[in-house]
């Protein structure tokens, strides 16, 4: 298959789970049961603008684009035999390795998104990136991505860097990367969301990181934040200006 086909299945399957599972979820509970808010929301007297809604829609969708187009030209150079720690014989490493594997990629792209967040809220760089998803104080589906694409590359690379670092089946990988994708919409949401997910805190602890802006910076874990002490501390004052180290 060539460059173009790689790319134009992963735009599609990216589009149709932004734009058709998250325009789902956002008629079923932002448009339909807007007024039971307080049965679902996690910050129902907060809403964003039809202006920021849009913002997010279009902002949102032209980085799952540009992020499709990365992750199709990734999967086109893996194809290809273009060098990388990706294989696909599933007992190369033996069947062992391949939870292993997943584990191990799963907690290194959770400690780079959250070395790599903590850095963006470094007061310069938070003020001229990341500012830009943090105008979002009340979260929806959309704002998942509705970043700066600088922000988003950063996102983007270290997602990828573990295929070059770390042994890994392909279905390990992509099992990975559809897994980060759905954390980060169920933590964008902004809906309660009761069940369970291994080692996911739960959606208001992301949540909370929009409220009160400098704390709560990990992805898929808490385990970063516990580590070094950036969980939101009831007792401590926190808004945009106020850092708390």
Request: proline content about 4%; some cysteine.
């Amino acid at each position: 298959m060539p460059w173009i086909g790689y790319v134009a299945i992963s735009v599609a399957v990216s589009l149709v789970t932004f734009y058709g599972l998250g325009g789902l979820v956002h008629w079923r509970f932002y448009l339909r049961r807007r007024a039971e808010a307080s049965d679902w929301k996690l910050q129902p007297d907060r809403w964003l603008g039809p202006a920021q809604t849009r913002q997010a829609i279009w902002l949102g969708g032209a980085n799952i684009v540009m992020g499709a187009i990365i992750g199709g030209t990734l999967a086109w150079h893996v194809a290809r035999g273009g060098w990388s720690m990706i294989y696909l014989d599933a007992r190369q490493h033996g069947l062992w390795y391949l939870p292993v594997s997943f584990l191990v990629t799963f907690f290194l792209v959770d400690a780079g998104l959250y070395y790599s967040h903590r850095l963006l809220h470094h007061r310069t760089i938070f003020r001229y990136i990341h500012r830009w998803h943090h105008r979002f104080v009340a979260p929806i589906v959309f704002t998942t991505t509705a970043v700066h694409p600088l922000e988003f590359l950063i996102f983007e690379a270290f997602l990828i860097l573990p295929a070059f670092i770390v042994p890994v089946h392909a279905g390990v990988y992509v099992l990975v990367v559809a897994y980060t994708y759905l954390i980060g919409m169920i933590d964008h949401c902004g809906i309660r969301v009761r069940w369970g997910l291994p080692f996911h805190a739960d959606n208001a602890f992301h949540d909370n990181h929009h409220v009160y802006f400098h704390c709560n910076y990990a992805h898929h874990t808490p385990l970063f934040d516990r580590l070094h002490g950036t969980v939101h501390k009831p007792h401590l004052h926190y808004d945009e200006h106020t850092w708390n180290r």
